[in-house]
């Protein structure tokens, strides 16, 4: 009996295609950490990695299932390129939006700044900001904020809080992206921002 792991991307792909979910999950393992990583040391940024991270496996899923992909024994090195044109894109569109936001000048003097010299009230400000963020959290509707907390706070894989959550992983990923969304919005509508 052959098993996920043992077909070849290609027949996970039309497996997937046919609607078994487990399918993608397995394309998910088998490439997660190699496209997280290569993100990652492209953009040197955690949360800007986990967000195209995102936005790339979405892409991927909904590629497959508009049959705008042609199976042809090169699905990694599709999915490269489609993830090396995600990032173009990415910087790109930071390139046309270039500014310096109050958190990364904050950061800029937490990284530069010896903690003594700083206001004293400093540190206060920013455990206020973060409380601020958790209520935020805390207003999402259930189902993203499970997932959210499970992979930031938590660090779990998607397809391991797919099969917590007891869905596929594109609705994981899926209420991932829009808690991420949610959150943004949250965040600037009640003004929170690193004093």
Known sequence: MTTLR?????????????GCDRAFAELLRRYEADIHNYIFLTVADSDVADDLFQEVFI????TLKEGK????????????????????DHFRSEKR??????????????????????????????????HQISL?????????????????YEDIPFKEIAE????????????MRYALINLRKMVRE???APV
């Open 69 to 88: 992909y042609r199976a042809k024994g090169k699905f990694k090195a599709w999915l490269l390129r489609l993830t090396h044109n995600m990032m173009m």
């Open 190 to 192: 009640r003004n929170i």
């Open 164 to 175: 917590r959550t007891e869905v596929s992983i594109s609705t994981a990923l899926g209420r």
């Open 97 to 130: 939006s270039l500014y310096v936001t109050n958190y990364d000048a904050n950061q800029q003097i937490l990284d530069l700044t010896p903690a003594s010299d700083l206001p004293e009230d400093f540190f206060d400000d920013q455990e206020a900001m973060y």
């Open 6 to 18: 043992t077909c070849s991307d290609d027949e996970l792909v039309c497996q997937y295609c046919e």
């Open 136 to 152: 935020c959290v805390e207003d999402l509707p259930e189902a993203q904020r499970e997932v959210l907390k499970m992979r930031i």
């Open 59 to 62: 892409k991927v899923m909904r």
